[in-house]
């Protein structure tokens, strides 16, 4: 069980420690722990891998690049307009 500070959790799901608050804040459990003689808010990196699991599920964007890979699995063949020749795209 690996406890992480707000920046070593931002680092490990590479988001912002706002973000990290923000999850605390809508009830992500975290707890404290004594480091270098300070108290440091911490979460469980378990904990932490779920809830940004959880939010990429729902994230349109994560949800269109995990469709495309797909797409390109089933058909390697085809050729998307980002992958397209010039010489493909010019009228005769």
Wanted: charged letters at 30%; hydrophobic letters at 35%.
């Amino acid at each position: 069980m690996t406890m992480l500070s707000y920046r070593e959790a931002a680092h490990r799901v590479r988001r912002a420690r706002r973000t990290i608050r923000y999850w605390k804040l809508q009830g992500m459990p975290m707890s404290w722990e004594l480091r270098g003689g300070q108290m440091v808010r911490v979460v469980d990196e378990d904990t932490l891998i779920a809830w940004w699991v959880e939010r990429m599920d729902n994230d349109p964007v994560w949800q269109n690049r995990i469709r495309a890979k797909i797409r390109d699995r089933e058909d390697p063949t085809s050729t998307s307009p980002s992958t397209a020749t010039p010489s493909s795209t010019e009228r005769g």
